[in-house]
């Protein structure tokens, strides 16, 4: 591989993602950048040729954590630094691994040093080497919530903290933060997605000649690196000098009322939660306008930073796509753009209480743009203008029901005897809740995650080992107990304790482990009562969701009519199982052997592939069978497969009516495994039955003891 870099202007395309990286190396107060985009857009490429434009930094010399020499940091590990001499060196650009050790990121104590020698050795981790440079980390969405935890840290507060053994390191650790991510594989945190400050959503191009340039650029990089970079060496030189430009400009640039009234009612106009997004957006419109060569920040500038600031703010919940209504967009900058001068006196209706519609929003940040905050206090809207803002059908009224499934579905034809050819419309799903959580029996060691029992790098520690190749948490108090008993025999004299390689103990920690959950769905016709199958594609929609909350890979599998369906492969985008969950239609037969059967297949495989991910089966159905005079005894051979195998199972009991046959708690017994109704699902239930229990309890308490005082 070459070391010359691809140059960066000779990259084809992709406007919105070459602006984003300009402008955070312009002001890279602005927060970084995620990219999102399908695999083979070279998101990669333009990040690591963004380093070669950054400007130079003047560090210290021989400080191992770039302090600035007109600035150094009082807390430096190096220093303290009193006139230190100090040399000029390129911005780094560090790359984090998607499977890179706690200990690389923050750095770490030689142990074995202090322990042998008496000594405190440190050394710096990938922080410290992107402190004042550029942290690119690919492929973000696949990092462990550990990992994803100490960069929320370094990121929230410019600083990176060691505390180990008694040991305290903390140093400097500001960096332009840059990840691409494919949505495919899943989506990021809610907590590290906001720490980013813009997003750029990018995808291939689709015309012929540009994607022709694209290859042919390419082509010509690989056989001459050199030459090709020298072809663009003036251009890029062009962009370096602009960008210093830039740089100085930026102190000059004022934010005017006008367009600060412009941000902050954008960003309340979206219901974005917190102010960083205004503060964001502010940062991104002034860094515009720097880059223009202008000195005052205009509508246009204001326009441009909510496309990139709040599209990933919009989310309300992890199947939203990111976006923006551009329609809502105008009309706000519109609304607040001619509004130079606040009211001198008012009625507390803010400096916009003069708006047509009255709407009083100068009650801080809690107020929303349209009156009644951003719960909805007032009338609804009659469009949110969000991804899924559709209003409900006026013509289908809920049920009365509270419990939803339990309630008897009004039933056109026969329920118990669908016709084998008949396939009902896709329904929606219901509103997502809380779920019970779910878990697999035994001690794992798959990747942390948050749902299963699992020894893990983080969590508590419950003993202490040998090492297992390389010396990982050291386990101080066995390591010591490990060494004392030989201190005579190896001759110790001094303070220092004489350690040997095979005292070394290391932490066995216990914490959580993801899961492989997979989904076997019946879409039977026997589930196609509308409202049912609304009430069951919610409880599926609300297990999706644990999942993803708990870092999950998720698989779904969905039988009707003659056969099973592999509808999602294993995958960790959660998004895309509930897209085929919405458009999953119902009808036909019930082959539940043929779907149980194709899980076991598909968890064949997945042991293979991931041998120490262990798997939860969730099955989906009411445990009717259909399609062959022996269906129903070969769907439970085919459960015994999985009990067999001692796989975690839990059947999400789908049965309704007054009258029930018990056929998926039956099932759920041949699986080794629970079954849970779909009223005993929700995790707030469970609570309310207990609370119920216990109030109940207290009152026969009470009741007995009058009784008692009264005989």
């Known amino acids: 591989m070459s070391d010359v870099r691809y140059p960066f202007t000779a990259i084809v395309g992709m406007a919105d993602l070459r602006l984003g990286l300009l402008l955070n190396a312009v002001s890279p107060a602005v927060g970084g950048v995620l990219v999102r985009g399908e695999k083979g857009t070279a998101k990669s490429t333009m990040v690591r040729a963004l380093a070669g434009l950054l400007p130079s930094i003047a560090t210290v010399d021989d400080c191992r954590f770039a302090c600035d020499p007109a600035a150094p940091d009082p807390q430096c590990p190096d220093g303290p630094h009193v006139s230190p001499p100090a040399s000029e060196r390129p911005a780094q650009l560090v790359e984090l691994p998607v499977g890179v050790a706690e200990d690389r990121i923050v750095g770490s104590l030689d142990l074995e040093r202090a322990l042998a020698e008496g000594v405190k050795a440190y050394e710096p981790g990938l922080l410290a080497r992107a402190h004042r440079g550029v942290l690119y980390i690919d492929e973000v969405n696949l990092l462990q919530d550990h990992v994803v935890d100490l960069l929320l840290d370094a990121a929230a507060m410019g600083r990176s903290y060691v505390e180990r053994e008694g040991v305290s390191v903390r140093h400097a650790a500001r960096f332009l933060l840059v990840g ?243 396939e009902s419309a896709p329904v929606a799903a219901g509103d997502p809740y809380r779920t019970q959580l779910f878990t697999v029996k035994g001690t794992g060691h798959g990747a942390q995650g948050r749902r299963s029992p699992a020894e893990t790098t983080g969590g508590h520690t419950i003993r202490a080992r040998r090492p297992q190749g390389a010396l990982g948490r050291l386990h101080l108090t066995a390591t010591l107990q490990a060494a004392a008993p030989h201190q005579a025999a190896r001759g110790r004299s001094g303070r220092a304790l004489v350690v040997h390689k095979d005292d070394f103990r290391e932490q066995v920690r216990q914490g959580r482990e993801s899961n492989l959950v997979l989904f076997v769905v019946d879409a039977s016709g026997s589930m196609a009562a509308r409202q049912r199958m609304t009430t069951v594609k919610g409880a599926v929609l609300s297990l999706l969701m644990d999942a993803y909350q708990r870092r999950d890979k998720i698989g779904m599998i969905t039988f009707r009519g003659a056969g099973a369906e592999l509808a999602l492969p294993p995958t960790s985008s959660v998004e895309v199982g509930a897209a085929r969950l919405e458009s999953l239609p119902t009808g036909g037969r019930t082959p539940l052997a043929a779907g149980l059967l194709r899980a076991h297949e598909v968890l064949r495989v997945e042991r293979l592939r991931d041998p120490s991910r262990r798997p939860l089966l969730v099955v989906v159905t ?20 999985f009990a067999a195998q001692g796989t975690a199972s839990v059947v999400l009991d789908c049965e309704s009516g007054p009258v029930r046959l018990g056929l998926a708690r039956t099932l759920a017994g041949l699986l080794g495994g629970t079954a849970v109704g779909l009223d005993e699902l929700r995790a707030e239930g469970v609570a309310s039955l207990v609370r119920e229990s216990r109030s109940d309890n207290r009152s026969a308490n009470r009741a007995t003891t009058a009784m008692r005082k009264a005989a």
């Not at 916009?352 to 519609?357: F, K, S, T």
């Open 622 to 641: 009411d445990g009717r069978a259909t399609g062959g005079r022996d269906a129903l005894a070969r769907s439970h051979r085919a459960a015994a497969l």
């Open 180 to 422: 691409t991510m494919n949505p495919e594989e899943g989506e990021l945190r809610p907590q590290l997605l906001d720490r980013f400050g813009l997003t750029v959503e990018i995808a291939a191009t689709r015309d012929p000649a540009e994607r022709a340039e694209v290859v042919r650029r390419r082509l010509a990089y690989d056989a001459d690196p050199a030459g090709f970079a020298e072809r663009f060496a003036e251009e890029e030189r062009a962009l370096a000098e602009r960008i210093v430009a830039a740089r100085e400009l930026l102190p000059k640039v004022e934010l005017t009322d006008v367009a600060l009234r412009q941000i902050t009612a954008v960003c309340a106009a979206f219901e974005v939660d917190g102010l960083r997004a205004d503060i964001v957006m502010a940062r991104t419109a002034v860094a515009l306008a720097a880059w223009d060569g202008r000195t005052e920040v205009q509508e246009e500038d204001v326009r441009k930073a909510a496309q990139l600031a709040l599209p990933h703010r919009r989310r309300r919940n992890p199947f939203d796509a990111p976006g923006l209504d551009e329609e809502q967009l105008e009309r706000t900058l519109e609304e607040h753009a001619q509004q130079e001068e606040p009211e001198p006196e008012g009625d507390g209706s803010g400096p916009d209480g003069d708006g047509p519609d009255g709407d009083g929003d100068g009650d801080g940040p809690e107020g929303g743009p349209d009156g009644g905050g951003p719960d909805g206090g007032g009338a609804p809207e009659p469009s949110d203008g969000g991804p899924e803002g559709s209003a409900p059908e006026p013509s289908a009224p809920e049920a009365p029901s509270p419990e939803g499934p339990e309630a008897p579905a009004q039933q056109p034809v026969p329920a118990q005897h669908p016709s084998p050819a008949r």
